[in-house]
Nanobody
């Protein structure tokens, strides 16, 4: 089993920054993909960014140039640095880990609210 614990959400004004963290614990394969997804009210959950254990990254077009995903493999932690935040970034942000065998785990989520 794998547990994911997110932190770092909050309320920020438009143009501001936040840094999200997600710590994974449990039985984690050496190759995995960790990522951040978000879900706004009455909308589907969408990909924000992912990073493999080999540090290959992928971003949604809406956050390219503003968000940066990174990870610390030694501590099984993934980060999301969010700059130039916009009101449309407001959502619950969820951490996800996909093991090399395909099993997927989700965190409980952390709320990000950007005021205009």
């Amino acid at each position: 089993q794998v547990q994911l614990v997110e932190s770092g959400g909050g309320l920020v004004q438009a143009g501001g920054s936040l840094r999200l963290s997600c710590a994974a614990s449990g039985s984690i394969f050496s190759f995995n993909v960790m990522g951040w997804y978000r879900q706004a009210p009455e909308k589907q959950r969408e990909l924000v960014a992912t990073i493999t254990s080999r540090h290959t990254t992928n971003y949604a077009d809406s956050v390219k140039g503003r968000f940066t995903i990174s990870r610390d493999n030694a501590n099984n932690t993934v980060y999301l640095q969010m700059n130039s935040l916009k009101p449309e970034d407001t959502a619950g942000y969820y951490c996800r880990l996909v093991q090399g065998g395909g099993t997927s785990y989700w965190g409980q989520g952390t709320q990000v609210t950007v005021s205009s």
